[in-house]
């Protein structure tokens, strides 16, 4: 139940392409949904987040979708880069606790 | 820009050694955190602090697992006797409140934790 199951493992897309990568929960406590970005050798960075009161966040080239109902929330990447190669894992968290629960993470490549 | 610094980047040990893994989070922060990567796999949370005292922690944190805040600006993660399935990189990170709340938690750039 406090799982978060990210899709796919890995992702190869082209210069200019979409990049999408899907994330489920359980658990319908969770409130709180960032997507973290993650280069060789460095940590976890904060992307991009969403509360559920919203159903899409957009900031420049970065979206997250969120479905209450189906319990899944997605990242889209427009107009990817190769500078945007790098390992993503969404997470999520419950209002009022410290833990942040991490899916699996996707390695994304683009390629020019 | 303020950033969590981590020391060391790496470490070696020996399986039943001491490690103690050093943390600087950002100075006016006041929830500090420790995950865990091993290899390939995913981050998973280890343990959170706050006034001086932990807050939540993983199944993962058991008794070989401590931590502390020895003064006002470094965070420590401390291991007792480490095993093999120990080794993985250790992320220390910090917020200036809770996750579920507004607070972005900034995670430094790990120490890579080798158990020989």
């Known amino acids: 139940q406090q799982q978060v199951k990210q899709s796919p493992q890995s992702l190869i897309v082209q210069k200019g392409g979409i990049s999408i990568i899907n994330c489920a929960y359980e658990?319908?406590?969770?409130?709180?949904f960032p997507w973290y970005q993650q280069f060789p050798g460095k940590g976890p960075a904060l992307l991009i987040a969403?509360?559920?009161?919203?159903s899409e966040k957009k900031e420049g080239r970065f979206t997250i979708s969120f479905n209450k109902s189906a319990k899944q929330f997605s990242l889209h990447i427009m107009d990817s880069q190769p500078g945007d190669s790098a390992t993503y894992f969404c997470?999520?968290?419950?209002?009022?606790?410290?833990?942040?629960?991490f899916g699996t993470g996707t390695r994304l490549q683009v390629f020019p | 820009e303020p950033e969590v610094t981590q020391t060391p980047s790496h470490q070696v040990t020996q399986m039943g050694q001491e490690v103690i893994l050093r943390c600087v989070p950002i100075?006016?922060?006041?929830?500090f955190y420790w995950y865990r990567q091993i290899l390939g796999q995913k981050v998973e949370f280890l343990v959170s602090?706050?006034?001086?005292?932990?807050?939540?922690k993983s199944e993962i944190f058991d008794d070989q697992f401590s931590v502390e805040r020895p003064d006002g600006s470094n965070f420590t993660l401390k291991i007792r006797s480490t095993k093999l399935e120990d080794s993985a990189m250790y992320f220390c990170?910090?917020?200036?409140?809770?996750?579920?709340?507004?607070?972005?938690?900034?995670f430094g750039p790990g120490t890579r934790l080798t158990v020989l």
């Open positions: 990170a910090s917020s200036e409140s809770l996750a579920g709340g507004q607070g972005e938690q900034f």
């Open positions: 658990n319908t406590a969770f409130d709180y």
């Open positions: 969403i509360r559920p009161d919203v």
């Open positions: 997470a999520a968290s419950i209002w009022d606790t410290d833990k942040l629960i």
């Open positions: 100075s006016n922060h006041l929830y």
């Open positions: 602090f706050y006034n001086n005292e932990i807050s939540e």
